[in-house]
């Protein structure tokens, strides 16, 4: 264990063994076992320090220069710190820092550009849309009317199960929607936000970015960037970003006023500024020239990965990948093998990753019949194509053998071997 991250060597924590213990034992788990959950990454230590930081202590409702509490000076120049790194880093004319989460930079965004009761066009849920793009468990679809547009059908001889745009121009005309939504948080394809802007432009309607998943890829430059294309973009600042968990907004001057109204006081209180220090070092990393080569180097190992995996049987959704994801159908594999019970057999193998649906899944939501993998944390530790390519094996070791515990503890110790050789946080 890395004992300058360890919370026993912390004394600030003398005094709570049993938080102290929690924190160690998640520290080992993310060090002994593959992250390879799409939406997750190892912040830098840089990110961490400035996340556990006094700024937490402040309370700064509304913006640089205009708070409703006294004592925001140094604050001021945190949040600014981090909106102008955030403009330079994506060449953007207005930032917004402030949303806890991608959720909320969502609904900021349906709450800046539309009225209750207007229509989205977003993405089907189970064709890899996001919660917040009208799932019916969500408070977007109480409040706006979603229409949802999909994949094409799977086809093996050629590209399959990509975005539909023949089926979003159709919905846009038949719907008239106010907005249209871009972006997944199930897709290995790139997106294109071009396209979108077409559709929009003829049917009269605002269009939004969802770049949650693909935000550290398009400011590294190895995704194409829809700032400037898109009336807003949102984004998680924890996913490829690599920065603290958090959300931010990027729009036009002219959309300033009505986005940031619309986190506070639309939807958020005061801002957590600890967090909005540690997204200003996330910014300030992304900006260097190793992001980039980071970004370029999580689409290259997506793409062993995925390599990897048709060769041991595995169908691809999509068939491949260009970006930091893959989604794999099991059906082909195994008919009887579903997303749920893979993924725990792969939990106790010490492989963390998620089970998805596949589109037109006939299995439920929670069970599925997909799994699906990510670079950006194992390529943060170092692990090139090789590594892929013995994950791809051990995934398909483990699920050959689920019935076998002790086949499943051999790919463990193999696992924290492999894991061993790519600390997150080597000692410096
Ligand atoms: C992850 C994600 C979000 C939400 O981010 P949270 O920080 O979990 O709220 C929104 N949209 C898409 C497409 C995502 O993948």
């Known amino acids: 264990m890395t004992s300058s991250l360890a919370a026993s060597t912390n004394p600030a924590l003398e005094a709570d063994p049993a938080l102290v213990a929690l924190l160690d034992a998640e520290l080992a788990r993310q060090e002994s076992t593959l992250q390879l959950i799409a939406s997750e990454n190892f912040t830098s230590r840089a990110v961490l320090a400035a996340s556990g930081t006094v700024l937490t202590n402040k309370y700064s409702e509304g913006y640089p220069g205009r708070r409703y509490y006294g004592g925001n000076q140094v604050i001021d120049e945190v949040e600014d710190l981090a909106r102008e790194r955030l403009k330079q880093l994506f060449g953007a004319e207005h930032a ?14 349906y709450m800046a550009l539309l009225d209750a009761g207007d229509t989205i066009l977003a993405m089907r849920l189970d064709h890899g849309g996001h919660l917040t793009h009208g799932s019916p468990a969500s408070i977007t679809s109480k409040v706006w009317n979603f229409v949802s547009y999909g994949v094409t059908p799977r086809n093996d001889a ?7 745009f023949d089926q979003v121009r159709d919905l846009a005309l038949q719907h008239k929607p106010k907005l249209i939504v871009a972006g997944s948080t199930a897709y290995a394809r790139t997106i294109d936000a071009t396209v979108f802007r077409q559709i929009a432009d003829e049917v009269g309607a605002k269009l939004m970015f969802d770049a949650a998943h693909p935000a550290g890829l398009i400011a590294g430059g190895a995704h194409p960037s829809p700032v400037g294309i898109a009336d807003v973009v949102t984004f998680t600042t924890h996913k490829t970003l690599r920065g603290p968990r958090g959300g931010a907004i990027l729009c036009s001057a002219e959309l300033a006023k009505k986005v ?4 506070f006081p639309g939807l958020q209180g005061g801002p957590l500024e600890h967090t909005i220090a540690a997204k200003a070092v996330a910014f300030l990393e992304a900006l260097q020239p190793s992001f980039s080569t980071y970004a370029h180097q999580i689409v290259t190992n997506a793409k062993a990965m995925a390599v990897a995996l048709q060769a041991e049987g595995f169908r691809l959704v999509s068939g491949g990948t260009d970006n930091h994801m893959v989604l794999v159908d ?14 725990e057999v792969l939990d106790r193998a ?29 390529t943060t530790t170092g692990m090139g194509p090789e590594e892929m390519t013995q994950i ?37």
């Open 158 to 164: 050629g590209p399959g199960e990509v975005i539909d």
């Open 260 to 263: 940031d109204g619309a986190i």
């Open 350 to 378: 010490g492989i963390t990753c998620n089970r998805n649906t596949i589109p037109d899944d006939p299995r439920s939501p929670f069970v599925t019949s997909g799994l699906r993998f990510g670079t950006p944390a194992t």
């Open 392 to 428: 791809a094996a051990l995934v398909s070791r483990t699920l050959r053998h689920r019935n076998d515990a002790t086949a499943v503890a051999a790919v463990r110790s193999e696992v924290a071997a492999l894991c061993a050789g790519f600390p997150p946080y080597p000692e410096r």
């Open 96 to 109: 917004n820092v402030q949303p806890h989460a991608g959720a909320n930079a969502n609904l900021a965004a």
């Open 330 to 343: 099991l059906t082909s594999f195994d008919a009887e093998l579903t997303g749920k019970e893979a993924q």
